[in-house]
């Protein structure tokens, strides 16, 4: 569902259908960024912030993304 969410806005902002295969892949990528993020970030108490972790994750499949 949260993939589903994340390709409809992505599909909005790039003019893609929204079963386009690499914004699936995009939008499938950002939503584990964010899981992933959060989870450390709460794992860790908040000792780093969330923005830091989600900066470092986007910046680490900003290649992926910028394919679209």
């Known amino acids: 569902r949260n993939v589903d969410m994340m ?4 599909a909005d902002r790039t003019s893609r259908s929204r079963d386009d295969y690499q914004l699936e892949l995009a939008a499938a990528a950002a939503v584990a960024v964010l899981f992933t993020a959060t989870r ?3 794992s860790e108490r908040g000792d780093t912030p969330l923005s830091d972790l989600l900066d470092q994750a986007i910046a680490t499949i900003e290649p ?4 679209l």
Do not use: F, I, T
């Open 64 to 67: 992926v993304l910028a394919r």
């Open 7 to 10: 390709a409809g806005l992505l």
């Open 40 to 42: 450390r970030w709460a």
